[in-house]
């Protein structure tokens, strides 16, 4: 693809250029390093930073990576419960970490029960708007 071409990010339209300087950004790299990486100044990045287009295509490429990020989280999170469950019950653990890991598991205890409740409560609310 040619720098003068536009591809879809999502739906917004970039060149291809900003694509792979959108990429660097959002692999971590800086301004000033996604910028060198792709033959562009750095000042261009920071004007198409403030284009609406590209503005939109890089936050959602930031939100895409926080998705990843997030579900392999949850996918941890039986893990880490049997863990805090396992401290919890652990005669031989300093007291310590068993008050740490039934603290925790008290308090994402409650907070699930929280989220769930608001998220029902919200669920009401949309309903009685529609």
Not at 34 to 43: G, L, Q, R
Request: glycine fraction near 6%; include cysteine; charge should be positive.
């Amino acid at each position: 693809m040619k720098a003068n071409e536009t591809q879809d990010a999502g739906a917004f339209s970039i060149t291809g250029k900003q694509a792979k300087v959108l990429a660097a950004l959002v692999g971590g790299s800086t301004i000033a390093a996604a910028a060198k990486s792709c033959a562009v100044n750095p000042a261009t990045v920071h004007d198409w930073l403030k284009t609406p287009g590209f503005d939109a295509a890089y936050r959602a490429a930031r939100r895409a990576v926080v998705g990843q990020a997030s579900a392999a989280l949850q996918a941890s999170c039986h893990h880490a419960v049997v863990t805090l469950v396992k401290v919890a019950g652990d005669a031989t653990a300093p007291a310590s970490s068993r008050v740490s890991a039934a603290r925790a598991i008290l308090e994402m205890g409650f907070k699930a029960v929280e989220l769930e409740d608001l998220a029902a409560r919200i669920e009401a609310l949309e309903g009685l708007a529609l």
